[in-house]
């Protein structure tokens, strides 16, 4: 009897794969075969599964998102602190994140000219803002409205964007602690305005 394949699961073994593969070559100098060698199927397999290059870029992208939003976090006390140290686990500190970071920037490259995958981009940025917005909410014991909280995330993944994208153009000069250590300096004074209340965080 022929064994069973788990479309999804395969799905998600070639996405996996090209996040591999494009973090390290780029999306110019991922060739289809290498993500077939990297998931261990047939070039054939990939191209079951997928549309071409943009259709692999796109689950590479849906799969770094999953594991963004898939990420546990703590239950630690809700303070600043604590918000800090969870919004820093969306940068780059390791070499599997630095490697779905260069997945997401060359995402944001293709969806630049491209109305269908900016529609795609605008829905992972909304799912990651709902998120963090969340988050920034328990840190007032009187919750803050929901446009509040949305612009809080909204300027909170903006610096993250910002320390992402340095240390992405320039990782041997942006190691773990200095990215801290940035996005630190950017969110301590907001987000202690935001939880004190101040409207003009």
Same mark, same amino acid.
């Given at each position: 009897?022929?064994?069973?394949?788990?479309?999804?699961?395969?799905?998600?073994?070639?996405?996996?794969?090209?996040?591999?593969?494009?973090?390290?070559?780029?999306? %110019?100098?991922? /060739?289809?075969? %290498?993500?077939?060698?990297?998931?261990?199927?047939?070039?054939?397999?990939?191209?079951?599964?997928?549309?071409?290059?943009?259709?692999?870029?796109?689950?590479?992208?849906?799969?770094?998102?999953? =594991?963004?939003?898939?990420?546990?976090?703590? &239950?630690?006390?809700? %303070?600043?602190?604590?918000?800090?140290?969870?919004?820093?686990?969306?940068?780059?500190?390791?070499?599997?994140?630095?490697?779905?970071? /260069?997945?997401?920037?060359?995402?944001?490259? =293709?969806?630049?000219?491209?109305?269908?995958? =900016?529609?795609?981009? =605008? /829905?992972?940025?909304?799912?990651?803002?709902?998120?963090?917005? &969340?988050?920034?909410?328990?840190?007032?014991?009187?919750?803050?409205?929901?446009?509040?909280?949305?612009?809080?995330? %909204?300027?909170?993944?903006?610096?993250?964007?910002?320390?992402?994208?340095?240390?992405?153009?320039?990782?041997?000069?942006?190691?773990?602690?200095?990215?801290?250590?940035?996005?630190?300096?950017?969110?301590?004074?907001?987000?202690?305005?935001?939880?004190?209340?101040?409207?003009?965080?």
């Amino acid at each position: 009897m022929p064994k069973q394949v788990d479309v999804v699961e395969q799905r998600r073994t070639i996405a996996a794969a090209a996040v591999s593969v494009i973090g390290a070559a780029g999306i %110019d100098g991922t /060739r289809l075969r %290498d993500v077939a060698a990297a998931a261990n199927v047939t070039t054939g397999a990939v191209t079951h599964y997928f549309d071409g290059k943009d259709a692999v870029l796109e689950a590479a992208l849906e799969e770094v998102v999953r =594991r963004v939003l898939e990420r546990p976090e703590t &239950d630690s006390p809700a %303070d600043v602190r604590a918000c800090i140290d969870i919004s820093a686990s969306y940068l780059p500190l390791t070499a599997e994140s630095l490697g779905e970071w /260069r997945v997401w920037l060359a995402f944001w490259a =293709r969806a630049m000219t491209d109305e269908r995958l =900016r529609a795609v981009h =605008r /829905r992972y940025y909304t799912a990651i803002v709902e998120r963090i917005a &969340d988050r920034v909410s328990t840190l007032r014991t009187t919750p803050p409205t929901r446009a509040e909280a949305i612009a809080c995330a %909204d300027a909170v993944l903006a610096a993250v964007d910002g320390v992402g994208c340095r240390t992405v153009l320039e990782p041997e000069v942006w190691p773990a602690e200095r990215q801290r250590q940035a996005l630190s300096m950017l969110l301590l004074p907001m987000l202690t305005a935001f939880a004190a209340g101040n409207q003009e965080f």
